[in-house]
């Protein structure tokens, strides 16, 4: 078995690779890539390395056109270097990539030497990819798919404060003289902890923001338009949903497993409203969900699936909720932005 990995590993075709982090390979490409990737942790390891690579370029590019200072200069080339070096060294089957030049985006805003505002870094996932990043004060954090996370690259002596567009599960380093907040841009919540570790879900494009408590203990905060601060504090196995529409908070017991799954490649639902079903597919799998009949929306979901291709999890959909699908895959290129394949729902 392990030959066969190996075999599996060396025979995938780097420029495959390539077109799945631009978002232009076909269907059944990006299910070849999928199941290659869930074959052998090296695998995945590889795929990220690639989108890493690309997205690193992407971010040269856009800061050589904006002629960033010369400090900013050095500090790219060095990243470079050493991102290049991790590239031959463990991507030799991709040989085809080698002038890209990481899944993450990393873009370091520097200030004017003579400013004393502190540096900030930003770490973009590539969409439908996930990652692992250690922040200075040793507090680790899982980054969802197409989730951006910055912070400073040190804390001050006051709090340990980041902002997250996106879902990130957090293992706080704990520091009671420094609280860890994580901000939610432009949306008027945050998440305050010492050391615990805690799931948020808050992506630009929903109406819902989450917060999943596993252990310890958090204050979860929302401000109202006139600028007041209401705080909660939760226990484990608690869940904050914030509806921003209704201005409503509604808190109730869970199952952290089903909120963390996906750190670990899963995705687990238990009686899950169909809605919040297909906002979990979409990030997980990086597609988006068209329903034509919205009696859908009243239906729920149980299932558990680990290393499934999004077809397999559909065919489950369709038979155990009698619910139609169909598969659209982007015709166009990625010159205006990536191209998400579309599905379609319908009732049967």
Known sequence: MKEETAQSQDEMDGMLLLRYVRGLAAEAEKARVMQWAGEHPDNEKTLLEVAQLYDARRTKERMLRRNPQEAFYKTLARGKRKA?????RKLSVVAACVALAVSLAVNYHLGSPRETEPSFITVQTHAGMRTTLHLPDGTTVHLNSAGTLTYPA??????RRVTLNGEGYFQVARDVKR???VSVESKRMEV???GTAFNVQAYDSDSLLKTTLVEGSVRFGVQSESGVWKHTVLQPSEKAVYNL???????????????????????????TPVPEVLTRLSYFYD??????????NHYTFT?????RQLSQVLDY????SRIGYQIIPSAEDDSRGVKRTKVVLRKK
Not at 154 to 159: A, D, K, L, R, T
């Open 179 to 181: 609280p860890f907040i």
């Open 303 to 307: 299932g558990t699936f680990e290393n």
């Open 245 to 271: 529409a209704a201005k409503k908070l509604h808190i109730s017991r869970t199952n952290p497993a089903y909120d963390t799954a996906w750190i670990r490649g899963r995705l687990i639902f238990k009686d």
């Open 317 to 320: 959909l369709s038979i155990s």
């Open 154 to 159: 040190s804390f001050g002596p006051q709090e």
């Open 192 to 194: 305050e902890a010492l």
């Open 84 to 88: 290049r070096r991790v590239f031959l």
């Open 287 to 296: 597609v988006t969900f068209d329903v034509n009949d919205t009696v859908i």
